[in-house]
């Protein structure tokens, strides 16, 4: 008999979780544990399979994501588990499935309650942990490419940092698109680019803006900028007339001092006036959770791109790379790990063994 089977089992569970207390070092995270509270009327109580270790949690620990909540909280951006128990009004055919969730906090817990309506089902011989590397970096990348930018085939475009969690997706989905990548990179990842058809750029050494613009004399259809700051100036001179930036990021100022909303806010102005240009180009900012307030066509939009993007992992167009699989209680380590810029791929934590 599975947990999920089991009612006895679920009124006597508890619940182990990963509690950020405050602006604290990777290893100030606290693992707690309290009772498994019962779901109430439209939600459901996931068992965590797997839930990822992203850039906005090394922002959140600073204190530095735009719209974090208070302190104390649970981070954990998406997660991939089993529903183990449906509360009033939730199908109980849910029960024993694993789905996706796109959460922004909660998922650092190996059992959580999650909306009905925001579940998303993982496909049938999907590895749970590849499927939970692509629930925040997967949205994402797919609506920069297709519903901010419009990538056509043909078009080249520039990818920042193409060997991260976004920008690796980023990439596979241009080239499936039918688009000429360049991609950002340290040395040590030119490589696996070279492989895969991309044209790689060191981003650390001196000249960059000169490099990129010798690999595309004319320009590029599209730039994806996480990086922000003053570099994101460059990223718009390298547009070709009729092209877009969308600036999804302000990871220059990650380890700076003070508010962490003046850099968006500063970087969203810049675009609007970049945008008042006769210039021919265009410059956006993304954000996953714009239109969260239509909840309908939110959960709506976001469940058909995430479901495009898992088919695609399920017939192997799609790769999603593991760097590490860390139990949840070992979520310090997970979080310096991710941090370290050494890895290859996404950090997922597990549930204790």
């Known amino acids: 008999m599975t947990n999920a089977e089991n009612p006895s089992f679920l009124r006597n569970a508890t619940v182990t979780e990963v509690v950020l207390p405050g602006a604290v070092e990777p290893e100030g995270l606290e693992v707690r544990t309290r009772p498994a509270p019962a779901p109430g009327p439209g939600e459901v109580l996931l068992e965590m399979e797997a839930t990822g270790v992203s850039f906005a949690e090394q922002q959140m620990r600073r204190g530095k994501y735009y719209d974090q909540p208070a302190y104390p909280f649970v981070p954990g951006y998406d997660v991939v588990g089993t529903v183990v128990e449906a509360g009033p009004g939730v199908d109980s055919g849910l029960v024993g499935n694993r789905f996706a969730a796109l959460l922004k ?5 190996d059992r959580l309650l999650v909306r009905a309506a925001d579940l998303v089902p993982v496909p049938a011989g999907v590895d749970p942990a590849e499927a939970e590397t692509l629930v925040v970096n997967g949205i994402t990348a797919w609506q920069m490419l297709h ?7 043909g078009q080249t475009v520039l990818v920042h940092g193409a060997n991260g969690g976004v920008g690796s997706t980023l990439v596979q989905l241009a080239l499936l698109a039918g688009a ?6 340290s040395p040590r990842h030119h490589e696996a680019l070279r492989a895969r058809g991309v044209v790689p750029v060191d981003y ?10 010798a690999a595309a004399p004319h320009g590029v259809d599209a730039v ?14 390298l547009l070709a007339p009729g092209g877009t930036l969308v600036s999804y990021g302000t990871a220059a100022t990650r380890d700076t001092p003070g508010s962490s909303r003046l850099p968006v806010l500063q970087l969203i102005g810049r675009l609007a006036l970049w945008n008042l240009l006769p210039n021919r180009r265009r410059a956006t900012f993304y954000n996953i959770w714009a239109g969260k307030r239509r909840a309908a066509e939110f959960r709506a939009r976001t469940r058909s791109d995430l479901i495009q993007v898992l088919d695609l992992l399920a017939d192997g167009s799609l790769t999603a790379p593991v760097a590490a699989r860390i139990p949840l209680d070992r979520a310090a380590e997970a979080l310096r790990l991710a941090e370290s810029g050494t890895v290859t791929g996404k950090v997922v934590l597990t549930p204790v063994p």
């Open 105 to 109: 906090t909660g998922g650092w817990a």
């Open 147 to 153: 519903r901010a930018a419009r990538v056509r085939a």
């Open 180 to 185: 000429q990548v360049i991609g950002t990179a």
């Open 204 to 213: 650390r050494a001196p000249g960059l803006a000169d490099r990129l613009r």
């Open 224 to 237: 994806f900028d996480h990086v922000g700051g003053d570099g994101v100036v460059d990223s718009f001179r």
